[in-house]
């Protein structure tokens, strides 16, 4: 008996029409896969958009990005001359540019500096403008004069999505930095309210704090121009850079409109600092040209020792480049 003619072609048209299939099969599934990733190209794209850490072209890079915000908790520790840096840097992350470059900035408009009449407005004025952003934990009993007050608390804390930054004001170690109980939620957010102490710790016991609380982190440490005991504060700090994992940032002791304050002042802590981790913000030298070149652009109309406006730019600007080269090498 012969063999049916027809077999061997319906064998291949059907391999021909399963080839043809699977091929069809193969384009449709490609074509689900390139629309995923067109999807969630679009998103990416999105988010990066919306993130403080994208990046721009030209010389406004550092200006716009603020990358090193983002990186660690950033803790600043000093006196008024470091409080007006870190309300610039929260004032910059909150509104998208620096409060000076507003259109409508003008020597009447209220800055984040002293031009508030009293400590209360002041605590209360400057919270407000950073847009439920931050915490002040903030008391003081006295005068206007910080030489006349008894008693004083300022801490303020700065949180975002992206950000996470803190002031604690220090002077000395009597009592120390203190912080008030039940502060992280306010009464009506009103950041302004005596309350009984939650506790009060000297310098070596507020490093350890912050490494507890916030991990890995940025610490500046500024004492400024007040009497403070530097040798004591400097050697705690440096004990404590080597064994913790924040990076450690000694803000040097700026100058003042009238000289009084001279750079020899730092120089024994220099030698302290050679044999630990601490990392040395060369405040002094920053602002001395421009020092020499114009003080008034560089002090504000109030007294010989708080910065303009842009000033502070200028710091928080350098100690950013400080941090990623720190962080990034």
Not at 152 to 173: K, L
């Amino acid at each position: 008996m012969s063999s049916d003619p027809s077999l061997p072609q319906f064998k291949l048209a059907k391999t021909d029409a399963a080839r043809s299939e699977q091929h069809q099969s193969k384009v449709a599934e490609a074509v689900r896969y390139f629309l995923v990733a067109l999807a969630l190209s679009a998103v990416f794209t999105s988010l990066w958009m919306m993130n403080p850490r994208k990046k721009v072209s030209g010389s406004a890079v550092f200006e716009l990005e603020l990358e090193w915000t983002t990186r660690r908790p950033l803790i600043f520790i000093g006196d008024s001359v470091t409080r007006f840096q870190y309300l610039s840097l929260a004032y910059r992350l909150t509104y998208g540019h620096w409060q000076f470059e507003e259109p409508s900035f003008n020597a009447t408009t209220k800055r984040i500096d002293r031009e508030w009449g009293n400590w209360e407005r002041f605590m209360r004025g400057t919270n407000a403008l950073l847009k439920g952003n931050e915490v002040c934990d903030c008391y003081r009993n006295g005068t206007w004069d910080w030489r006349k007050t008894v008693e004083y608390i300022e801490n303020r804390y700065f949180t975002t999505p992206y950000h996470n930054i803190a002031f604690y004001q220090a002077y000395d170690d009597h009592p120390g930095v203190c912080h008030t109980k039940g502060r992280l939620h306010p009464e009506e957010q009103s950041p302004y309210f005596d309350a009984p102490l939650d506790w009060c710790y000297t310098i070596p016991a507020l490093l350890n704090h912050i490494d507890q609380t916030y991990g890995q982190s940025v610490i500046v440490l500024n004492l400024g121009i007040h009497n403070s005991s530097y040798v004591k504060w400097a050697t705690a700090f440096a004990q404590h850079s080597n064994h913790s994992d924040s990076l450690l940032i000694w803000k040097q002791t700026t100058p003042s409109r009238d000289g009084k304050y001279a750079e020899n002042k730092d120089y024994p802590l220099f030698e302290i600092f050679k044999s630990s981790k601490v990392v040395v913000m060369p405040t002094w030298r920053m602002l001395m040209d421009l020092y020499n070149a114009n003080n008034s652009a560089v002090f504000n109309d109030h007294d010989n020792v708080h910065f303009q406006p842009q000033i502070n730019k200028l710091m928080n600007q350098k100690l950013g480049e400080l941090i990623n080269r720190k962080l990034v090498s």
